[in-house]
């Protein structure tokens, strides 16, 4: 049996460190069980909990060009003091780990509210470029992901555009006040 695609397109650095687009191609020894498929050929996605993810590190590094940039880990801690807030209330949290055929590696949700079934995508700013991010993120697993509801979780109040466009495709506004605190806007 073989699949509708044979490989998928991914972005990896070459022997120069210089990122290129590759195509990665899923081979399986030959006496492998071959994928489950559905009628038209294409893999189903699997989705399971996973813990929250522990964040260690203050910081860590990346490379984007070959320069070593010190990145804060604002969104993980940010993630982490709601969780806290969700936990203190007898709420409960996880992850989602969603598992697609034609994707090489794993999605990751934030944050899962298993009280209020509700998938949360967090951002570490509230301006428009990371709210539109999260947006779209959040739209991406909520298709592989049961839920009642959806929310983004950011550091501060994004301003009342930002509130309006979330609200608009039905999307809860969570951000932390100054000094401690969460306020969450429901559309």
Do not use: W
């Not at 899962?112 to 998938?119: K, P, V, Y």
């Not at 983004?152 to 509130?163: A, H, R």
């Amino acid at each position: 049996m073989t699949l509708s695609t044979p490989g998928y397109a991914e972005e990896a650095r070459d022997r120069l460190g210089d990122l290129r687009k590759v195509i990665v191609f899923r081979l399986l020894p030959i006496d492998a069980e071959a994928p489950k498929v559905d009628k038209a050929g294409v893999g189903k996605p699997t989705v399971r909990d996973v813990p929250m993810e522990a964040h260690r590190a203050e910081t860590f590094q990346v490379e984007p060009k070959r320069d070593l940039t010190t990145a804060e880990r604002r969104e993980a801690d940010l993630v982490d003091r709601y969780v806290g807030a969700v936990t203190g209330e007898g709420g409960t949290t996880t992850r989602k780990e969603i598992k697609l055929p034609d994707l090489g590696r794993a999605l990751y949700t934030d944050l899962f509210d298993g009280g209020r079934a509700e998938l949360v995508e967090a951002k570490s700013s509230a301006a428009r470029h990371h709210v539109r991010l999260a947006l779209g993120q959040l739209l991406d697993y909520a298709r592989y992901v049961e839920h009642k509801s959806r929310a983004v979780l950011l550091p501060s109040y994004p301003g009342s555009d930002l509130v309006d466009l979330l609200h608009s495709v039905n999307v809860a506004c969570i951000y932390e006040q100054e000094g401690g605190g969460f306020v969450r806007l429901d559309p």
